[in-house]
């Protein structure tokens, strides 16, 4: 009989049967060692990088604005790239928790009030989850079977890849993967386990459900964890098991995917753009893969990580041997050839764009598998001091690159140190950062890059930055703008007001620096004084300018106003166009007026979802001139503005939803200033209103005042 048969090399294993150290509640705690050697790596890494904005933005500002949307109750999020879910819900937990307990007024003020106490709050957990995830899995094989060697060897799953403990510190999916996989794959050995010594052994419903939530949680964590799809069916033998779980696993991953719904459409477009392009995040050209990028990928593969390189080897050996030797109904043959699909499937989607992070769940399972592979067949004869010297030379060998990755600052965060020496220089000066994922001496810069994938439900705390970082600007030298948290700043705002600006670039060539502060100070060059290089830093490769701006002469002087009003009341003969107050102008878009509300006489436009632009109409306007334009909205959801485009420069477009004034009654004014840059051919510019929300929204009142010199 089969089961017979796998319990007689289950007890001879050295993986399965008595060690030469076996577990008992007395020396329990060596269980804790591991675990406590990860979580004091983690924290002295953390520690010495003092804080995530000069060390990792991306991901960790990504992760910590939708944490953000999730725990101040906006299950909108802009962010499903991975799609990453699973860690944002984790982040969205911790701040929600951190917040009830010592948390200051509103949350979204709060966490963007001290963004890097939040997430050192959500370090400690990332950390004590690692500890603990590490110190169970262990527990479950040592108490079940009895064998230390087994367990400690999955307590190594956590540094099977060189980089983890840049990720254990973090919300991420990788992060997921570290903390789930130490106890998933204690739970799958533990189901091979009583396969191979109870005869009849089925797997419960418990843990269908648990395989299910599992797998649902890794790949809405990081889609190239799908081929964890596969790995139970080598271990349910029911049918009605089987649908259980796949049932359960679709729903378990849509409820963790609840605060995405909005944007199954968007994730979907991306994710098909990235599996039919070339190029990294749906780029290059349209085919699967670049042949001579998918090899190149594919040698770094097996050249960057040789722990797992001999592992994988050892696996496919095993897996290879097992086929031969028919050993396809045994429990842990079965494990070891469910690992190694997974490994191979994660190896031919990584090498597609390949990054060493990748690959960190595959790496992972490698070590399971091949301890698995060694149960199954018993023709590689091990004994105990042999498999005690592989343990020792795998947990030396790990502990020694684990130790490489979190001693990365223990000569000091240099960026960090950089960024105390730009606060006592520059102090409050208004700043232009040209930082995105990358570190940088501001907060600013890392909180900007966050906003960018907070989505529609992130506006409030958008609007929040801006009035708590008023002169702290992104640029962006294509398309060559400015902007305050996704809002665009005209340069108008900078040189008009302030008359020195500070600008801070992070290892950009002199070529690329020069080429961007022309680019900033374009439409204002007769008015700047100097641009100074203020302060160089060779350690992290910035230089920081300061533009010194003489105010007086750049402010323009306008000596004419022309005003056009527009109340939507007013129709052309034939009823297709609105006419303005005075008769002289039109607006088009009659077809959108509605008497549900209105903030004088009787009628308004409505925009919809079907109809997403309203009202629309153009006026002649030259290089120099301002335009002030406002208008009354009303919306239950905060969204739709004023949109400027002009036919004879594709560069002018100006978009705006800044509120200037509550009107009551859910009214609100809202406002675009701006002006025709100089360098502009000028022309007709148009006007018309946008409205991307799910619900209703409505204009009145329109107000468009052009000013001339």
Not at 126 to 136: A, E, G, H, R
Not at 165 to 192: D, G, K, N, Q
Not at 403 to 421: M, W
Not at 651 to 667: I, P, Q, R, Y
Request: a positive charge.
């Amino acid at each position: 009989m089969e089961n017979s048969n796998n319990l007689s090399l289950a007890i001879k294993s050295v993986f399965t049967g008595g060690a030469i150290l076996t577990y008992t509640k007395k020396n329990s705690f060596l269980l804790f060692i591991l675990p406590l050697v990860y979580g004091i790596f983690a924290w002295f890494f953390y520690y010495q990088g003092v804080n995530f904005f000069t060390t990792y933005v991306d991901s960790t500002y990504i992760y910590l604005v939708n944490g953000l949307n999730i725990a101040s109750g906006h299950f909108d999020l802009g962010h499903y790239d991975n799609p990453g879910t699973t860690a944002h819900w984790l982040a969205g937990i911790v701040f929600y928790i951190t917040h009830l307990l010592v948390g200051n007024g509103n949350i979204v003020e709060d966490v963007l009030n001290r963004p890097e106490f939040y997430l050192r709050v959500a370090a400690i957990v990332c950390i004590v989850l690692i500890v603990l995830s590490t110190y169970f899995a262990g527990l479950l094989i040592a108490k079940k079977t009895g064998n230390y060697i087994t367990a400690f060897f999955f307590q190594l799953i956590v540094v099977s890849s060189y980089l983890n403990v840049i990720y254990m510190i973090r919300a991420s999916p990788e992060y997921i993967i570290i903390v789930t996989l130490p106890y998933y794959c204690a739970f799958l050995w533990m189901l091979s386990y009583k396969k191979s010594e109870v005869p009849g052994f089925t797997i419960s419903i418990k843990s269908v459900l648990f395989l299910a939530f599992v797998t649902a949680a890794l790949v809405v964590a990081k889609i190239t964890c799908v081929p964890f799809l596969l790995v139970p069916f080598f271990f349910i033998d029911k049918l009605k098991k089987i649908i259980l779980y796949i049932i359960s696993t679709v729903v378990f991953g849509l409820l963790i995917l609840y605060p995405v719904w909005n944007n199954f459409g968007n994730m979907y477009k991306w994710f098909f753009g990235m599996a039919t392009h070339s190029g990294i995040y749906g780029s290059g050209k349209e085919q699967i893969i670049d042949k001579a990028e998918y090899i190149k990928s594919l040698k770094l593969i097996f050249t960057n990580e040789w722990f797992f390189t001999i592992g994988f080897i050892l696996v496919s050996v095993l897996v290879v041997a097992g086929l031969f030797t028919k050993k396809w109904k045994n429990s842990f043959y079965k494990l070891t050839l469910a690992f190694w699909l997974v490994i191979v499937l994660q190896i031919l989607l990584a090498a597609k764009h390949y990054s060493a992070h990748y690959l960190i769940a595959a790496q992972a399972v490698t070590i399971p598998a091949v301890l698995a592979g060694f149960v199954a067949l018993p023709q590689f004869k091990l004994n105990k001091m042999a498999v005690a010297l592989m343990l020792v030379l795998s947990t030396g060998f790990l502990l020694y690159k684990l130790q490489n990755y979190a001693t990365a600052f223990i000569d000091g965060n240099k960026q960090y140190i950089s960024s105390v020496g730009a606060a006592k220089q520059f102090g409050n000066m208004p700043k232009i950062y040209t930082t995105g994922y990358t570190e940088s001496c501001f907060v600013e810069s890392a909180l900007s890059f966050g906003t960018a994938y907070g989505g529609d439900g992130f506006e409030e705390g958008r609007q929040y930055l801006r009035k708590r970082y008023p002169t702290s600007f992104l640029y962006e030298r294509i398309p060559n703008k400015l902007y305050c948290f996704l809002k665009e700043v005209p340069s108008s705002t900078i040189f008009e007001n302030y008359p020195e600006v500070l600008v801070n670039f992070l290892r950009q060539d002199e070529a690329s620096e020069k080429s961007a502060l022309a680019g900033i100070t374009e439409e204002y060059k007769f008015a700047v004084k100097n641009i100074e290089h203020a302060r160089a830093n060779p350690e992290t490769g910035e230089n920081f300018y300061v533009i010194h701006t003489d105010t007086a002469l750049a402010k323009r002087h306008y000596t004419q106003i022309v005003t056009v009003n527009f109340d939507f009341e007013k129709n052309t003969v034939d009823k297709s166009n609105f006419l303005s107050a005075a008769g002289l102008d039109t607006c088009g878009g009659a077809d959108a007026s509605s008497k549900e509300q209105f903030t004088s006489a009787t009628t308004s436009l409505k925009a919809s979802p079907k109809n997403q632009y309203v009202g629309w109409t153009t006026f002649d306007m030259k290089p120099g001139e301002g335009l002030e334009i406002t208008v009354n909205r009303r919306t239950e959801d905060e969204v739709g503005g004023i949109s400027l485009s002009m036919a004879n420069d594709k560069s002018f477009e100006k978009a705006s939803e800044d509120v200037v004034a509550d009107l009551g009654n859910g009214w609100k004014k809202i406002r675009l200033k701006t002006r025709i840059p100089n360098n502009s051919p000028g022309g007709k510019v148009g006007l018309c209103f946008f409205y991307f929300g799910t619900k209703t929204c409505y204009f009145d009142d329109l107000c468009i005042k052009i000013l001339k010199e």
